[in-house]
Every structure is written in C-alpha cells, then in structure tokens.
C-alpha cells in the first residue's frame, strides 16, 4: 500500500476515497479538511478563543492539535470524571500531548475539585453518565466549546 501523493509507504487507507496516504499527507489532508469545514460552515471567526474538550483519546487531542496549527488559539479543557484508572490515565495522555506541545491545558477534577464523581453522580440521577456536557457549556461560555469525539462516545 503507497501513499496516493507520493509513494511512499502508507499508514491508513481511507475507504471512503479510496486512496491511502502516508503520515505526512494524511495529516495535510486532515488539517485542509478542517480548514475547508470551517471556513464553509462559517463556523470560527479569527481570534475566536477555542475550548476543545480533549479526553485524552486520539479525536480530541488531534482536534485542537490540529486548530492549533490552523493558527487558532485553541486551549484544552481535561475534565477528570472519576472512571477509576481510565480517568487517570487519560489525563496522563492529554497533559502530556499538551506539554509536548507547548499548549495550555486547563484540568478539572470533579470529585476533588466539586465534590462529586460521574458514576455516582449518574446513578443517583438516573441518568446518563456523559449528558454532563450541557454543564461544560454553561461554564465556558466565552469559549467556543469544540469535542472531538465520535458521535456514539456522547450522548445528548
């Protein structure tokens, strides 16, 4: 499998197009995609501030990596959910993706910071565990707020 632009091996073959790409190209094509959706859809203004909602997982951090180098000032927002280790390690990921990078991360950590975890919180509302996102959105309303998530990891 070679890269469709320039031969070189590739590392991921896009079935809806049908090429494959190497790194490098695949990461063009990414940013020129986002670049191309923001500007059609109107959807950021230059020097909006940004609010990307990482969790530590690969969409959310090539998210605002990615409004990054598009010259957006785009600040991440990790929210410790109390998940046990997955919580933990997650926020290990999305510090170091931004310390890697020189990015302003801003972390937040339900239980020790307001007293209440998600799974408890989920039960006792009856609930589902991730409709906390309409609270991130009151509290970062001088943002735009961006998650960079697939639609089946939230749920309205």
Same mark, same amino acid.
């Given at each position: 499998?070679?890269?469709?632009?320039?031969?070189?091996?590739?590392?991921?073959?896009?079935?809806?197009?049908?090429?494959?790409?190497?790194?490098?190209?695949?990461?063009?094509?990414?940013?020129?995609?986002? @670049?191309?959706?923001?500007?059609?859809?109107?959807?950021?203004?230059?020097?909006?501030?940004?609010?990307?909602?990482?969790?530590?997982?690969?969409?959310?951090?090539?998210?605002?990596?990615?409004?990054?180098?598009?010259?957006?000032?785009?600040?991440?927002?990790?929210?410790?959910?109390?998940?046990?280790?997955?919580?933990?390690?997650? @926020?290990?990921?999305a510090v170091r993706f931004a310390?890697?990078?020189?990015? =302003?991360?801003?972390?937040?950590?339900?239980?020790t910071e307001h007293g209440f975890?998600?799974p408890h919180e989920s039960r006792?509302?009856?609930?589902?565990?991730?409709?906390?996102?309409?609270?991130?959105?009151?509290?970062?309303?001088?943002?735009?707020?961006?998650?960079?998530?697939?639609?089946?990891?939230? =749920?309205?």
């Amino acid at each position: 499998m070679k890269c469709r632009v320039c031969r070189e091996p590739a590392i991921i073959d896009i079935r809806r197009h049908n090429p494959s790409f190497c790194s490098g190209h695949f990461r063009k094509l990414c940013r020129d995609q986002t @670049a191309k959706a923001i500007a059609q859809f109107d959807m950021l203004q230059p020097g909006d501030r940004l609010l990307v909602a990482v969790s530590g997982g690969k969409n959310s951090l090539a998210v605002g990596d990615i409004l990054n180098e598009l010259g957006y000032d785009a600040e991440g927002c990790y929210v410790g959910l109390g998940i046990g280790d997955y919580s933990d390690v997650s @926020a290990e990921y999305a510090v170091r993706f931004a310390r890697e990078r020189d990015l =302003t991360l801003v972390t937040q950590d339900l239980l020790t910071e307001h007293g209440f975890d998600l799974p408890h919180e989920s039960r006792a509302a009856k609930r589902a565990p991730f409709s906390f996102c309409a609270l991130i959105e009151r509290v970062t309303r001088p943002f735009s707020l961006t998650i960079g998530s697939k639609p089946q990891e939230v =749920t309205p």
